[in-house]
């Protein structure tokens, strides 16, 4: 028995010892799950690619070369996704301060004030110095195109040393990022007082001056980089025909003030003659307005290019239009239809008046308009600018405005006119010219098409040809729109050219005049509501109504419906209305056929025996059949009313009323 003890004890232990050593495994495997969960990754861990990519290069980021990638970048977990910790110029300073950057200086180089210092340098690395993504002008040329630094001849400097040697990267205190002041930054390098420098310039203090009022600082087509159009007198070297001589007291003051110094070398007859209409600045002796006395890169020493030039003045022309005038933006610009000194016509224009100056281009268009039956006046008269804009605009064909707008200055009454309560969609959008020619046509009031086929170009499904199975109302037949509706606008639905009442009676007259004279009228006759029952183009159905007769009947007294659906309905209720009503008028009420006896009787048999028996010998002609029954549905057989006196519920008439009476 003891033996028995000991093995089972025994036993135990073993299984607790087991039980023990596998908790023991358990814990120490989960910890060091944990451990390998939630042990960090460096961003190179899984970023080696990366990390050779830019530790190979020349010069390297210290943050990236120090692997501190979380300086700038935030981790993204396992879903790759690039997150920065601040967004444009703010990550760079939060190394960079905005003063070492040179954003308190007063020109910024417009990448840093746009907050895209990458858009120059690499974040990471580059084998270029300041992490440049290009070397030397590349850099610059990355933005700034080549084209202005690429001219047959090209500033020395520029080659040799690259666009920094005159220029700040950052920012500066003068223009265009310039590291001096643009004729100290020139003197740096020319001395002025070298004996060439001097016969060059005629031996003028040109020091005192600014070098670009004559030379290109980049590049230039023209010798000693001197702008592209030159004024022969300093081609020549020639300042003393403008200035006083170099050795005089004041070596740049002029011989003579405005365009009295221009014409003592261009003939202002040439210019301007007795032309009767003179350019402002031309006038007023404003030379220097429009040009340039030294030398400029626009032709005929222009201080700025083509259409440009005319802006600075007449800034209200500059415009981005949807439809612009072609000769605006052709290489002569504005100059294609105005002169640029003087002018026998408004405007400077050449031709007298405004029409004869667009024919010289648009000749055709006055002849094709002569050649109309009706052609619009404007045209013939050449009042161009009365509709259009000569410069351009959003409308198309260069409208002046809205084409409504347009038409109102000469057609104010139809402005009042169309101020209706229903418009014509064309009027209500202002698109006259939907209907109407601007130059003319064949038709009356510039139509560009006659009757209903002017109207078919909108409503074209609406006056598709009848079918087989189709009538047709004879207006619409005739394609003649104009008997029943307004062009324009109107108080009536539809467009409607009067009240339905008016305009059915100009043909029904017989309805019309029969229905004023009748006791009983149906409400929609009485209100002039024809189309309440008809279509008034076509259908598909006899005397074009909208439905068949009991449908359409229907539709408006519901409460006989209900009634019908509820009970058993009358035959010709439930058949044909007008097997008992008029559609229109009556003379006995409510629009009945015939009185109600012999309405009855045409169906009932009154005169039989059984008929007499059936209503307790009650003679028929003092009968009133709607007294005792719904004409039209009643849930009891005989069409009895729903509420019955318990006497006559009993078929008893004898309590209240006497043996045939």
């Known amino acids: 028995m003891f033996n028995r003890i000991n093995h089972v004890h025994t036993a135990r232990q073993v299984l607790l010892l087991a039980g023990l050593l596998t908790l023991f495994l358990c814990c120490a495997g989960a910890a060091d799950a944990a451990k390998r969960s939630f042990a960090k990754k460096g961003c190179v861990d899984c970023h080696q690619d990366y990390t050779k990519q830019y530790l190979g290069k020349k010069n390297v980021h210290p943050v990236v070369k120090e692997k501190r990638c979380e300086e ?52 990471h690395s580059s084998d270029n110095d300041f992490l440049l993504s290009e070397s030397g002008n590349a850099i610059c040329l990355s933005c700034h195109e080549p084209g202005p630094f690429s001219k047959k001849e090209v500033h020395a400097v520029i080659e040799d040393q690259g666009c920094a040697t005159c220029h700040n990267a950052h920012a500066s205190a003068q223009k265009d990022l310039l590291k001096q002041e643009a004729t100290t930054l020139c003197l740096s390098c020319h001395d002025s007082k070298e004996k060439a420098f001097t016969r060059a310039h005629g031996d003028y203090p040109v020091e005192q001056q600014s070098c670009s009022t004559c030379h290109d600082p980049h590049s230039s087509n023209q010798g000693k980089l001197l702008k592209s159009s030159i004024h022969s007198p300093v081609a020549d ?12 007291a004041e070596p740049f003051k002029l011989l003579s003030t405005g365009s009295e110094l221009c014409f003592n070398c261009h003939d202002n007859e040439s210019l301007a003659g007795d032309k009767a209409i003179k350019h402002g600045p031309f006038m007023e002796g404003d030379c220097l307005s429009c040009h340039n006395p030294h030398t400029s890169e626009f032709p005929k020493l222009m201080v700025a290019q083509g259409n440009d030039l005319c802006f600075t003045c007449h800034s209200d022309m500059q415009r981005n239009v949807k439809y612009p005038h072609a000769p605006l933006e052709s290489g002569d610009g504005c100059l294609s239809c105005h002169q640029p000194h003087a ?72 402005q009042s006119d169309f101020a209706q309560a229903v418009v014509h969609q064309p009027v209500q959008s202002g698109s006259c010219n939907s209907c109407h020619s601007g130059h003319g046509g064949q038709n009356s009031a510039f139509l ?53 009442t008016v305009i059915c009676a100009n043909c029904h007259t017989d309805v019309t005049s029969q229905a004023e004279a009748s006791p009983s009228r149906h409400q929609p006759v009485q209100q002039g509501q024809c189309s309440s029952c008809h279509n008034p183009h076509k259908t598909s159905l006899p005397k074009l109504l909208l439905a068949t007769e009991t449908d359409l009947c229907l539709a408006c007294h519901k409460d006989l419906q209900a009634r019908m659906d509820e ?7 439930g058949q044909d209305c007008m097997s008992c009503h008029q559609p229109h008028f009556a003379s006995v009420n409510p ?18 025996a059984e008929f007499t028996q059936q209503h307790a010998g009650v003679a028929t002609d003092k009968m009133d059949c709607v007294s005792c029954h719904n004409p039209h549905a009643s849930k009891d057989p005989k069409y009895f009313k729903d509420v019955m006196h318990a006497p006559f519920a009993a078929r008893s008439c004898q309590p209240c009323h006497l043996s045939g009476e």
């Open 72 to 123: 700038c970048h935030l981790p993204h977990g396992i879903v790759p996704k690039l997150l920065m910790k601040e967004t444009g110029n703010k990550l760079c300073q939060m190394c960079h301060s905005a003063e070492s950057l040179g954003l308190d200086q007063k020109v910024i180089h417009g990448a840093l004030r746009n907050s895209q210092c990458i858009s120059c340098h690499d974040p």
């Open 237 to 248: 070297a020639s300042c003393d025909a403008c200035h006083a001589a170099s050795d005089a």
């Open 343 to 414: 002018a026998e016509f408004s405007a400077l224009l050449p031709a007298p008046g405004e029409g004869e100056h667009c024919l010289s281009c648009h000749p055709d268009t006055l002849k094709d308009a002569e050649k109309l039956a009706q052609p619009h006046m404007p045209v013939t008269e050449k009042m161009c600018s009365s509709c259009h804009n000569p410069h351009g605009s959003n409308g198309e064909a260069m409208m002046a405005g809205r084409a409504d707008q347009i038409c109102y200055e000469c057609h104010a009454d139809a």
């Open 448 to 500: 560009k098409e006659s009757g209903a086929k002017l109207c078919e170009s909108c409503h074209d499904t609406l006056l598709l040809p009848a079918g087989k199975e189709e009538t047709e109302h004879e207006p619409f037949a005739d394609r003649d729109c104009m008997i029943c509706h307004s062009a324009h606008a109107s108080p009536y639905q539809g467009l409607l050219s009067d009240s339905q």
């Open 567 to 573: 009970g058993r309905t009358h035959a010709p209720a």
């Open 591 to 608: 629009l009945l056929k015939l009185p109600q006896q012999p309405l009855c009787a045409e169906c009932h048999e009154t005169g039989e």
